[in-house]
């Protein structure tokens, strides 16, 4: 799928690491291991910027939407709860995947 290969670009050109992933049709979770002195707006933003850019010039019928992305979003880290949790709640199949 294209948007997940965007989306681990992004990860290998800023070193940052893909834990976990999963894309639905109107929503993304990723658990991202990154250096603790970049602010998670860069991360999300860095994500959402290349993703926007890249689909809509591939896909030209994109570029009819005002956004592809809103600009909400929702972060935690991983210190509440073992990543192992949190990976197996990205990972749980009975998420919507496309």
């Known amino acids: 799928m294209r948007f997940s290969a965007i989306l681990d670009s992004v990860a290998n050109d800023k070193g940052w690491i893909i834990k976990a992933k999963e894309i639905a049709s109107d929503h993304v979770h990723l658990m991202v291991e990154y250096d603790e002195t970049t602010p998670i707006c860069e991360v999300v933003r860095a994500f ?8 809509r010039d591939e896909f030209p019928g994109l570029r009819k939407l005002p956004s592809l992305w809103t ?8 210190g509440k709860v073992s990543a192992a949790k949190v990976m197996a709640y990205i990972n749980d199949p009975h998420h919507e995947r496309h």
């Open 71 to 78: 600009r909400s979003y929702f972060y935690d880290t991983a």
């Open 48 to 55: 959402k910027g290349r993703s926007s850019k890249l689909l």
